[in-house]
């Protein structure tokens, strides 16, 4: 079945709705198992549309109850985001969430679970870095492609010409040369049905919160320190977006934390997303 059919499938039996939470208005998607002790909150990564996380919500709901949501576009610093997320959760009567979060919702995990020990239950980071002032300055050097970037969102005459160009140059250096020849194909078809939904506007509004996560304040150990082996960290082993030394740092910032290794890049979260989340379950099971 291809990736279009699926997702249509997956939409005509998860829909989303609006709630206004203080002057913000989210669209977000609440299902599973009402009766479950646990929450899963999903907390999408730059792509910015939670409906990449449908196998893990396939996957899950049965056992769990699940919150996912599109970030407000009104909201344009991580940590007003992070507030904002996590008063959405207190409006839908949620007591205590499993925050599980990649690439940039693993930063925003962590900025909620600093600020909401009391709404947090556990974290769970796919492909994502620490933020210690010492990752803080790794991340500012790596954002720094950023600045242009968004000006060519911004002033590029014609953005759906921009698209075309982007696409294939963004979908290339998503694939590594260990990436199978399915698995190439099925991340073609994901972002390419992604990247063509994309507006000027929201592809600004994204960037723009990637920008800015270099100005939020540097966590340190003892933010987490009352989730001391409440944390699993899952991480490709061929990470381009974030080394070796960020992944270590994530690990010395957590307390206790389970570390777990996945063969394959950044985007192993969403091809080999059977084995996040049969790992992810395991560690759920035993927490």
Not at 40 to 49: D, M
Not at 144 to 150: D, G, N, T
Not at 166 to 175: N, V
Not at 245 to 252: F, G, K, M, N, T
Request: aromatic letters at 12%.
């Amino acid at each position: 079945m291809r990736f279009e059919t699926e997702m249509q499938n997956f939409c005509n039996t998860h829909r989303f709705q609006q709630i206004k939470v203080r002057n913000t208005i989210f669209d977000y998607l609440l299902c599973g198992n009402p009766e479950s002790q646990k929450t899963l909150v999903y907390l999408v990564g730059g792509a910015g549309v939670p409906l990449l996380y449908y196998k893990y919500i396939q996957a899950m709901e049965q056992d769990y109850r699940i919150l996912t949501m599109y970030y407000p576009s009104r909201i344009r610093t991580p940590e007003a985001l992070a507030e904002a997320i996590a008063q959405l959760t207190k409006k839908l009567n949620i007591q205590k969430a499993v925050w599980i979060g990649s690439s940039f919702g693993g930063y925003m995990a962590q900025l909620i679970a600093r600020k909401h020990p009391e709404i947090t239950d556990s974290i769970v980071l796919y492909a994502t870095s620490g933020l210690s002032a010492e990752s803080m300055k790794r991340l500012e050097k790596q954002y720094q492609h950023l600045i242009p970037m968004m000006w060519l969102i911004e002033n590029f005459p014609s953005y759906e010409l921009l698209k075309k160009i982007m696409i294939p140059m963004s979908i290339k250096s998503l694939i590594n040369k260990e990436t199978s020849p399915k698995d190439a194909d099925y991340v073609k078809d994901i972002f390419t049905w992604l990247y063509n939904g994309y507006t000027r506007e929201f592809d600004m509004h994204i960037t723009r919160l990637i920008m800015n996560m270099i100005a939020i304040r540097p966590c340190v150990k003892s933010d987490f320190a009352y989730l001391n082996g409440n944390v699993l960290l899952i991480f490709p082993d061929d990470d381009h977006a974030f080394t070796p030394e960020l992944q270590l740092d994530l690990i010395r910032i957590m307390p206790n934390p389970a570390v777990q290794y996945i063969h394959g890049g950044h985007v192993a979260t969403i091809y080999k997303a059977e084995e996040y989340i049969q790992k992810t379950r395991k560690f759920l099971e035993n927490s």
